[in-house]
């Protein structure tokens, strides 16, 4: 791969595979460049040269229209039979009605179910109300400590946890001690409650959190590959899951733009594939370093 290559691939927003990122390093190192192969990074820094790489974004232009193009697609469809796949027409004004009573947005939405489930590892009938409530208590409080999280909607099917007074109470003196407001949107048993958490994190803006361990891949399916394709770009800077099923460990967003980055003066970072094991909405986050001659 020619310098050239290089430069297109950046302009094209393409990833590389690791065979061809194998054959940049030796060409370029013939010329007095240094490759590193297989680096990682966990934040806005190369981990081999200490360099700043260019932060991944969403835009609020970009933000509202996939919410306009997933509502129509996912949640209302065009058709009344693709409507009742979803929801209903009765259920759908009271999701209307509850959006338009909302006086902010949120600062994440939640996957109840996925959650509860994903913690326990155990039906929700066999889980007592009092353990939901310390659960919930503690993804709540660290999701404010850990991402600023403010405002947080709890999304689901059953009314469980969410319709009794010991949550509320706990809820209540959480927010006592933080100032974080919580609210439910709960769907009927039939609905996928799936396109409202989705729709609801889009509706709120760039700035909000989804927090499931479902990778929603039907979905981004269903809405075709172009959307599906800005659907999974945003996900890589919204998502958030939980890290081996623990309740207050996450696996947070990406935070740099994975594209190729630099220039002949800078260096390179070139992403490629490396065959590693990534939720499907994850870009690669393995990367060629390659430094320039030094003067």
Known sequence: MSISHIEVNRSSHKRVVREVSCLVSPKLCSYGWRGTLGVTFSGLSCASCLKPVRKLSFSSQDCCRLAELFYEHAL???????LFLTTTNKELESFHSFINSRSRSFDCVVDLPNFLHTVSNRKLNTISIEEQTDMLSDLIHS???????????????????????????????????????????????KSNDDVFMIYLALWSGPHCYLLSNDEFRQHRFTVGPELGKLLSQWQASRHIRLRNNHP???LGPV??????????????????????QRPSYLPPNTWLCLQPPKP
């Open 76 to 82: 209302k469809g065009k058709t009344e039979d693709e």
């Open 143 to 189: 999701l404010h400590r850990t991402y600023l999280v403010n405002r947080v909607c709890l999304v689901g099917k059953q009314r469980g946890v969410v319709g009794k007074k010991h949550f509320w109470d706990s809820i209540k003196a959480l927010g006592n001690k933080t100032g974080v407001s919580v609210h439910t949107f709960l769907t009927e048993p």
């Open 248 to 250: 207050t460990s996450f």
């Open 255 to 276: 935070l740099c733009d994975t594209s190729i980055q630099g220039s002949m003066i800078s260096g390179w970072h070139i992403p490629y594939e490396s065959g590693e």
